[in-house]
């Protein structure tokens, strides 16, 4: 057991004296070789004529797990990062778009042509010519359906399998 999870101890043990179980409970161990590991432990009791002699302790390791859960954190704060991005970018046509129209047509006009420009852009490094010198799907972006691409006509060929 690590030092910082000594108080752990007197807590299961009295849980354990009063007959109580402990579920699931989520910590770190020390392993033989002395790294940590996070378990998720369950104890209890073991009776002899209703009198409590010993326990019976699963400890299971959850460091998969932890580092799943780590890994999913990380995607959803990145994923909010871009969202964040994405409506800032948004924001920022709109408002350079607006400096220039008079109407709501020509601003709807504008945002739109600004929108599809930055999405051309976008997908400049996804592109490859081929000999005929006809857009190509390149293997980062054949998944992508945008309707940006469509619009560009980039095609696929039958070697490009999706």
């Not at 392993?31 to 002899?48: F, W």
């Not at 852009?121 to 293997?139: D, E, F, N, W």
Request: net charge positive; charged share 35%.
């Amino acid at each position: 057991m690590p030092e910082n999870r000594l108080g752990e101890e007197s807590e299961i043990l009295s849980q354990i004296r009063a007959g109580r179980r402990v579920d699931h409970f989520e910590t770190i161990r020390r392993r033989k070789d002395g790294g940590l590991v996070p378990v998720s432990l369950r104890i209890s009791p073991i009776h002899d004529d209703g009198v409590v002699i010993g326990a019976s302790k699963i400890a299971r390791d959850i460091s998969e797990r932890k580092r799943a859960e780590q890994q999913k954190d990380l995607l959803i704060r990145e994923m909010a990062h871009r969202v964040k991005n994405l409506f800032s970018v948004s924001s920022s046509v709109v408002a350079l778009s607006a400096k220039n129209v008079d109407t709501a047509v020509e601003l709807a006009s504008a945002v739109t042509a600004r929108l599809r420009s930055l999405a051309r852009r976008m997908h400049l490094p996804c592109r490859r010519r081929t000999v005929a010198g006809q857009a190509r799907v390149s293997p980062v972006c054949r998944r992508c359906s945008l309707l940006c691409c469509r619009r560009m006509r980039v095609t696929r060929r039958r070697d490009d399998r999706a």
